[in-house]
């Protein structure tokens, strides 16, 4: 898995723990639908961590909290 697929993973993971959709979650944390939805697919290659903070702050969560998931453990090398 690459870091990209896990960011998205995550991202689908919260939403759905809170029984949250992509649009609402993109209205509480000022991010655009189109936004959320190019982290989720391949139009995005690499997600900002700005636009990740933006909805961690909608889900009232930290960063580390975002990250604190066995799905980044061992992620594939990036450097190619």
Known sequence: MTTKEAIATRII???????????ALANISGV?????YSM???????????????????WEISLREFFDSPLFD??????R
């Open 74 to 79: 061992g992620l594939e090398q990036e450097i």
């Open 32 to 36: 655009s639908p189109s936004t959320v």
């Open 40 to 58: 989720l697919n391949e139009k995005s290659r690499n997600p900002g961590v700005v636009s990740i903070k933006k909805l961690c702050d909608g």
């Open 13 to 23: 993971q919260i939403c759905t723990q809170r029984g949250m959709a992509i649009n």
